[in-house]
């Protein structure tokens, strides 16, 4: 089974929530994709930490808290250095040395979607996560990347084209001008989640969200575990 975690602003919550109801279901999972949030929440969980750790990392305080000003604020108004620092010592180096596969969804300087899914780890992730505006572009092989959700919430078709023998399921948080189209998805197993509501000062009921998206999310799977 492969778990394909949308982008939606600060939604870690959500997919908290939704991972949680993945552990208690005992499914076994075999890789990740994730965009933007879903791209720094399924890194942490693809590397080991469970629910439980990455609420306490994500959760306990506001996402400002992990940022600084940025000395160069025509590229980006905020730093992700120290978010950097405190993923690097955190996540492997690499791809590769990751327990499961795992993908990012990037978009790069020409507007082309890019599914990252080797070489560095860190600077993929938050390549996926760089929101045009916010921050500035992270390199990454050369080649300066930004927030994978504004061309591709979900970098669906990419990663399916890469495991296409394997089951998945997509966690998918709502965005306020509209969600990813119903005839993209086929017969996909979906998880809906509402937006956060978050902002970089606060992220609101996080405990709340959590226990919200695993409830939905346990409903999904045990529809899917139901014998037919």
């Not at 950097?84 to 590769?96: M, V």
């Not at 990347?145 to 061309?151: S, T, Y």
């Amino acid at each position: 089974m492969d778990l394909i975690l949308s982008s939606g602003y600060l939604a870690f919550a959500r997919h908290v929530g939704f991972l949680a109801a993945v552990e208690e279901a005992g499914l076994a999972v075999g890789g990740v994709c994730g965009t933007s949030s879903g791209a720094l929440v399924g890194a942490l969980w693809a590397s080991g930490m469970r629910a439980p750790e990455i609420a306490r990392l994500l959760g306990g305080r506001p996402p400002i808290a992990a940022l600084r000003p940025s000395s160069t604020p025509w590229r980006g108004l905020l730093s992700l250095a120290p978010l950097r620092r405190e993923l690097g010592a955190i996540l492997p180096a690499t791809f590769d040395r990751l327990p499961m596969a795992f993908g990012a969804g990037a978009t790069a300087a020409d507007g082309a979607h890019r599914l990252l899914v080797e070489g560095d780890l860190v600077e993929s992730v938050l390549a996926s996560c760089a929101v045009p505006y916010l921050f500035a572009a992270v390199v990454v092989a050369g080649q300066p990347l930004r927030d994978g959700g504004v061309v591709d919430r979900t970098a669906l078709r990419p990663w399916r084209a890469r495991r296409p023998a394997e089951l998945a399921i997509l966690h998918l948080i709502e965005r306020s001008r509209g969600a990813v189209a119903a005839e993209d998805l086929g017969a996909l197993p979906v998880v809906r989640s509402a937006r956060s509501g978050a902002s970089l000062w606060s992220l609101g009921d996080f405990e709340g969200q959590v226990e919200q998206t695993r409830r939905a999310a346990t409903e999904v799977l045990a529809r899917l575990a139901a014998p037919r």
